[in-house]
């Protein structure tokens, strides 16, 4: 399917599974797909992390 310039297709999103940290002061999540621990710590604080699901953009 070619890209128009023209006519600016929406970002697809998607619900997406999702590690999000558990710090109040945190805003560090990872999409759980990209994740290999089954129960990662936050790549920014180390807080322990819970699975959530978040609209994101779909990645190609
Ligand atoms: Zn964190």
Do not use: H
Not at 2 to 10: I, S, V
Not at 37 to 47: A, F, G, I, M, R
């Amino acid at each position: 399917m070619a890209f128009n310039k023209n006519r600016r297709e929406p970002v697809p999103e998607v619900e997406t599974e999702i590690w999000a940290c558990t710090s109040e002061n945190c805003s560090g999540f990872m999409r759980a797909a990209y994740s290999f621990d089954t129960e990662p710590k936050c790549p920014l604080c180390q807080s322990d992390m819970v699975k959530e699901t978040r609209i994101l953009p779909v990645l190609d």
